[in-house]
Each structure stands twice: as C-alpha cells, then as structure tokens.
C-alpha cells in the first residue's frame, strides 16, 4: 500500500511550505521527488498506455491536419510558366520576391490554416529550358502572375491547371529515377553569396543540356514566406553566432553542463587586444555584418530539390537500367553542383530524399532554410544571360490597353483579347473603324481569325459589308458561322461553286461616266505592263458608246464591236455624240491590219478574261441582279470568293476590282442622303494590294469613305507587296494599325508606329494569333498594347450548305434599275 507522508499544514506555526522551502530547499525538493516517484510508481499502468494513446491522437490528429492542408493547397492549383524577355533585368528576382511577402496570411489564419508556399521550378526536357511557378488554390487568381509581369517588364506568363513537374512515363515504359535535396551546411542565420559579376544559374541551367527524348529534369525552390516565431528563433540563432555559443540543442546542453568553457561575451569597446588576430579580428566583424544583413527585410523558409528521370523500356536489360542510371545519377550532381556558387558564409550540403517521386510531385515543403530575400532571388530568378542555351524566352512585351479601348458590344467590333494587366476583350468603335483599318500579318498568323470576328460582328449587328477574298479560307469560315436567318441577305461570288452566281454587269447601272471610269482604270492597272494609250482611248470609246445602246449591253458585246463591221455599224449608226462618231470614222479608216494592230492589245485581254465561264457568268449574263447600294444600306452581305488557284492571279485580280469599282460607285451614290442617315458598312480585302486599281489615289478614297460611313480594312502579308504611293497612303490615312508576326524589313518600318513602346523586336517575334494594334479611339490615336485573337466559333454542320442555297434565290429580288 502507498502511504504518502503529508507536508506540515500551513495552519500549523511553521507549516508554510514556501517558509519551509526558504528554510531547507533541499528538503522540499527531495520530498517533492520522492512523492512524484510514490505517484509514477502506483499510476504507471494507466499512466503509460494512456500517455501512449494521447501521443497516437495527437500524431494522427497532426498528420491529418498536414494532409488537409496539403490538399486545401492542390485544389485548383495552376502552372504558370514564364516566358522570359530578350533582356532581363537582375534586380527583378528581388522585385518579384519582396512582392510575394504580401501572400503572408494574418496569425489566426497560420495557426488555422497554414501559410501558403510557391514553387519556382526549372524543367529540364529535349525541348529546352522551361521557367514555372506553381501555384496553390488558395492564392487568387492572376496575384502571381502580375507580379512576374512587373518584375520583369516583357516577361509573358501562361497558366494551366497543375501537372506533375515531371511527366508520368507512358504505358509500356518504366522510368529511372535520381533525386536529392540541397540544405544548408550551416546555421540558418548565416548568409549565402547573393553577389555575382554573372548569373550564378548559368552553371545548373546548362548542365541538362542535351537531354535526349525521354529524359527530364527539375529543379524545385519552394518557399513561403515566414514572420513571428520563425523568424524570432533566426534572430535568437544570429545573437548566439554573435556570441560565441552554440546554435544547436547538442551544444547548448554542452554549454550549460560545462559553463567554465563558454567564451566570454566580447568587448564593445573599439580597443583591440594585443594578443587579437588582425585577419580574426577582420572575418568576426565581416561575419556579423553578414549575419545582421540577413535579419534585415522579408524572410522565406525554403526548400530546394532537385529530381532527374530517364523513361525505358519495360523490357529493358539490366545493362541499360544500369546505364540509364549512371547518366541520370551523373546529371543529378552536375544540378547539384550548379549550387556552390552561392557558398560564402553558408553553403548547399547534399541530402538524400526519402519517397522523391511522391515529395517531389506534391510539392511538400515542411520545414527548411531560412533565406533573405536577396538570397533567394538568387537562387530563383530569370536568368538574365543572354547566352544560356534552349532557355524558353517570350518574344514581344505584353502591353495593357489604354483606358479609352473598349470593350465589343452592339457598336464595337471584337479584336481579342488583351495579353497583360487584367485580361479582358478589347474592340473597336464602329465610329472609330470609319478611319479605317489596315491588318498585316503573315498566313498562318491570326490575320484572317481577326478578319472573320470582325465581320461576325457586322453581320450580327446587320450592317452592310463586303469581303473580297483571294484565298477562298475565309470566305468559306464565315459561311460555316452565319446565322440561318442571314442568308436571305447573303450575295455570294463562288469561283468553286458549279451553280450560276449573281451578276454584277460592269456596264450596267449608275452614272455612264464614272462606270466607264472604274472599268477601264481597273483594266489598265492589272495590265500596266502591256497597256498603253492607245489601248486606253479603244478601250474607253469602246465602252461609252456601248454605254449609249439602249438595253442591256455586256463586256461581252466589246469584243464583236470592235472585230465585226455589221455590228459595228448598227450600233455606231445609233450614237449621237460627234466625239465618238469622229473615233469611229478614224476607225473604219483603217486597213484591216491597222485594225487589228490597234486593238490585238485589248482583245488578247478580253478573250483570256472572258473564256472563263465564271467570269462570264458574274459579269456578261445579262443585267446585274445584284444591287450594291442595297447591300451596303440594308445591312447586305456580299462574299467574293475567288480563289487565285481556281481563275489565275490577273483574272482574280481584275474582277475582284471590278467589285471593289461597284462598291465605291454605290458608296459615292451615298452624296444624295444626308449624313446623319447613312448607315455603317464595311468593306473588307484580304490581299489588299491586288484590288485597289481605282481612277484616283487610295488617300482620296480613304478619306472620302470616312464621310460616308464606309470603314475599310485593308489586309495583306508585308509591305513589299505594296507600292511605294499606296503604301504611304495606307500608312497615313489607315489610321488603326493591326499588326501580327512581321519580317525584320517590315518592323523597321512599322516600328514608327509603335515607338517607343513596342520595338523593332517586339513586332517581330510575336506568336501565332498575337498582335500588337494602335487604334483610334474617339477620333485620336491611342497608346499601342498587344492582343490575342479569340477562337471562331465551332462551325455549324450544314450551315454553309444553307447559306448557298437561300442566297441562290434572294439575289433574284436585289436587281438593279437600268
């Protein structure tokens, strides 16, 4: 039986245990001691079990928590690869990581929930060099990538939903893996080098290079960053170092059972010894000034791993596992190795990693290395040697829209969507378009997704528009997307459709002179080569005096009066204008071989242009059953599809001027209705250059068309397609430049456009469905920023079928009066 023997009461003289302990400690504690053993003693069998069933709850209830948390942290977390600029500046890793101190939680939500963490990453793999973060859940949307944005300016960032960092091998392929972690050999609180005369990474980014297929790489710096308790034990480690004592549990338990041995704290007076070392003296105050820069401005808990996989064969021999090996091994300590640049005052110390697939894909931190943020700016940053190699860089800044570009709706057509800032659509005011658009950009650029968007968007809205289209692409993207109930207000000219398209009589309609004008313009601009005056006067005497036939004349009736004397003669008979009798009788003068000196010129011409039964149909079947200034007033959609693979370049050429022509005698008839009542339209040419062959200069057209509401896009591939005349022309009165992918030549140009915020480099490397645009907003021109096309819609099964069948018959009620 226990019999505990009980301390004098305190209500007994002298029973107070705090008199007894100030009188004989000794004996207190003693008798405390052994009544503490009398207890664990008679307890122990409930005591124990129960302390060991305590420590379980709480390992699990820990382990649980942690797990909780890693999973809070994966949900919804995202990638975001970096792109890096041509030229970046070293001071960003600094200016990316002070910006991050911000995700640092409140202390009722660390103790909660946990503090958050990043992961920069370097992947290593056959395609090059790649820069990532990866991002937890739990930070908000677009917080890290604007942050990359600012701190390297040009640096573009995409994000994608997290993947592993490392690729799982595919069925049939087992994978080799090495793997290690990099810690501090020190004390915490000593510092790593964070000053270099080049990049330190250069050594571990160019030491994967020549990965062959299968084989990968990464590099993880985790960090979080750390206040309050954490960062006061890295202060309490730095005053320890300043004094001498020791920073771990081991020594300071050695300090307190041998204190005689513990150094002296030393003097603060200026005076040195005698007996003190001059270089001992000098690495002491070098090492505390280290250590006190380090407590100085935000702290982060890192982690740096490094990870190396070879895929195989499952069927592999023992000899090619164990080679796979070796390489994979080899590769792990040369990225090893890339660290001990940073040694200085502290240095990186190999550890093995336990389960590295797992660790490594989850992404764990735990516990690790306190680094300043200068320091870890060093070891995770952009690398900023332009001479790194297979390193991904971005090609053309990321520039925001101005505040004044808005945003599509009912009246603004849609661009994209911009690339930097908060990303939102940006578009057009159809007020603005009206000064015009001009669109460069090679094929396979975006050039024609833009195009299409923008004429969705007309279409939607039901104003008028007409697309001329050389390649026959676009023409036929628009046709898969239209709405069902367009095509009753669809014309549509089909060089590869085997039924009859509309016709459009270029002698047919509107005022004599002007037609004749457009017509014999349109001809001796495509044929400048082989066209002289002569070839001219027949051509325009030819015309006029069709002109004046009563009925329905067609190119087709020049030819038989200018080679048959019967039909000559009748027609002739009926004229009235002695300007033109005075012509015929000069040309009925002439021998039969002067007639056809006189006119082979033209003919050779009109017969390679009329032998084509499209072209003969579109232009020579009778009156036009197509009504242009209907089109364009009532909201019309005229598509001219005429494939230069289907007619040939001149051909294309010329009839694809011909409606050009039609469309601006329907634009200029626009004189008669006032202003304010002239509906928005829109003419739109792919190839511009091929189709601008009108009597009078593109900057007077442009500029006219602007007061009659008829905004024009002028699209091509570069600027040696275009004349010098008509290139200066676009230049000056297109006033909103789209401009994607360009050649060195062009950027030159283009580049005074853009400067000083877009550069000759900039326009030349942009991506695929990338541009950079200068609009006019509000009538004055803007800050140029960049944009990204959007996708078309997906293609309507049988749409375009539809289409070509309704607008078969609706072109039969847009005739033309005579």
């Excluded at 890295?234 to 081991?250: D, E, F, I, K, P």
């Excluded at 080899?330 to 940073?342: D, I, K, Q, T, Y």
């Excluded at 829209?401 to 939102?424: A, C, E, H, Y």
């Excluded at 997704?449 to 993207?477: C, F, Q, S, W, Y």
């Amino acid at each position: 039986m226990l019999v505990l023997t009980p301390l004098p009461s305190a209500s007994e003289p002298g029973g107070s245990w705090v008199a007894d302990y100030l009188r004989d400690p000794a004996a207190v504690l003693g008798h405390a001691v052994h009544a503490a053993v009398q207890v664990a003693v008679a307890w122990w069998p409930v005591v124990v079990p129960l302390l060991v069933v305590v420590a379980a709850l709480l390992a699990w209830a820990r382990c649980w928590w942690l797990a909780r948390r890693r999973a809070e942290l994966a949900a919804d977390a995202r990638v975001v690869t970096v792109l890096a600029p041509p030229q970046v500046d070293p001071a960003g890793g600094a200016a990316l990581w002070s910006n991050l101190v911000g995700l640092l939680r409140p202390s009722w939500r660390r103790w909660l929930r946990g503090q958050p963490h990043v992961a920069w990453e370097y992947a290593f793999s056959e395609a090059g060099t790649a820069l990532r973060l990866w991002v937890p859940g739990v930070i908000p949307p677009g917080l890290v990538e604007r942050a990359v944005e600012a701190a390297w300016p040009g640096a573009r960032t995409s994000t994608e939903p997290a993947a592993p960092p490392l690729p799982e091998p595919e069925h049939g392929q087992q994978r080799v893996l090495v793997a290690g972690e990099l810690r501090l050999g020190r004390p915490e609180a000593l510092p790593i080098r964070t000053s270099f005369d080049v990049d330190p990474l250069r050594g571990m980014v160019g030491a994967p290079v020549g990965l062959m297929a299968g084989e990968y790489a990464c590099v993880q710096v985790l960090a979080r960053p750390v206040t309050g308790a954490r960062a006061a034990r890295a202060r309490r480690t730095a005053r320890n170092l300043q004094a001498g004592h020791s920073t771990r549990l081991v020594g300071r338990v050695v300090d307190l059972l041998t204190p005689h041995t513990t150094p002296r704290r030393r003097s603060t007076t200026r005076t040195r010894t005698p007996q003190q070392d001059p270089q001992t003296s000098l690495a002491l105050s070098a090492l505390n000034r280290a250590v006190v820069a380090k407590q100085q401005g935000g702290q982060y808990e890192t982690r740096v791993r490094y990870t190396v996989t070879s895929e195989l064969p499952a069927d592999a021999s023992e000899q090619q596992l164990r080679s796979a090996c070796e390489t994979a091994r080899g590769r792990a300590h040369a990225l090893a190795s890339g660290f001990a640049a940073f040694t200085d005052h502290n240095h990186y110390r190999r550890h093995r990693l336990l389960q590295p697939a797992r660790i490594v894909g989850e992404r764990r931190l735990g516990r690790g290395d306190l680094l300043s943020v200068a320091e870890l700016a060093a070891v995770a940053h952009l690398p900023h040697d332009e001479n790194l190699p297979g390193l991904h860089r971005a090609g053309a800044k990321a520039l925001a829209p101005p505040p004044g570009i808005p945003v599509p709706g009912p009246t603004v057509k849609p661009l994209g969507d911009s690339d930097s800032g908060q990303d939102r659509p940006v578009g057009l005011r159809v007020t603005d378009a009206r000064h015009h658009v001009h669109v460069l950009g090679a094929t396979g650029s975006g050039k024609s997704t833009l195009l299409a968007n923008m004429l969705l968007a007309d279409v939607e809205a039901e104003r008028g528009l007409v697309l001329i289209d050389p390649k026959g692409d676009l023409a036929t993207d628009l046709l898969m997307r239209l709405p069902r109930d367009a095509g009753q207000r669809v014309v549509l000219f089909d060089a590869d459709n085997p039924a009859p398209p509309p016709c459009l009589n270029p002698l047919d309609g509107g005022d004599t002179d002007l037609a004749v004008d457009n017509l014999v313009s349109v001809f001796r601009r495509v044929y400048s080569a082989f066209w002289g005056p002569r070839t001219d006067d027949v051509m325009r005497a030819a015309c006029l005096t069709l002109r004046a036939q009563a009925g329905v004349t067609t190119l087709a009736d020049l030819p038989k009066l200018l080679a048959e004397p019967a039909f000559r003669a009748r027609v002739v008979a009926r004229l009235h204008d002695p300007v033109l009798r005075g012509f015929w009788s000069w040309y009925d003068e002439l021998t039969e071989a002067g007639r056809s000196q006189v006119i082979a010129p033209l003919m050779n011409k009109l017969r390679a242009f009329l032998l084509r039964p499209f072209v003969r149909d579109a232009l020579t079947a009778g009156p036009s059953t197509v009504n242009m200034s209907r089109v364009l007033d009532e909201g019309g959609i005229c598509l001219v599809r005429i494939p230069k693979g289907s007619l040939g370049e001149e051909t294309t050429k010329l009839l694809g001027s011909l409606v050009v022509a039609r469309t601006w005698q329907a634009t200029t008839a626009r004189a008669h209705t006032p202003q304010p009542e002239r509906p928005d339209a829109s003419l739109v040419i792919d190839e511009a250059h091929n189709f601008l062959n009108l009597p009078y200069p593109i900057e007077d057209m442009l500029a006219e068309a602007r007061g009659f509401r008829l905004s024009m896009t002028l699209a091509h591939q570069h600027l040696g397609q275009l004349p010098r005349d008509l290139r200066e022309g676009i230049s000056t009165n297109a006033r909103s430049k789209i401009y994607f992918a360009a050649g060195p030549d062009d950027a030159r140009d283009l580049a005074r456009h853009t400067h000083p915020h877009l550069s000759e480099h900039d326009l030349t490397h942009l991506g695929a469905y990338h541009a950079a645009a200068r609009l006019v907003s509000h009538g004055e021109h803007a800050r140029p920023f960049t944009l990204t096309t959007r996708p078309l819609p997906d293609p309507i099964p049988g749409r375009a079928r539809h289409i070509r069948t309704t607008s078969q018959h609706a072109t039969v009620d847009t005739q033309s009066p005579r």
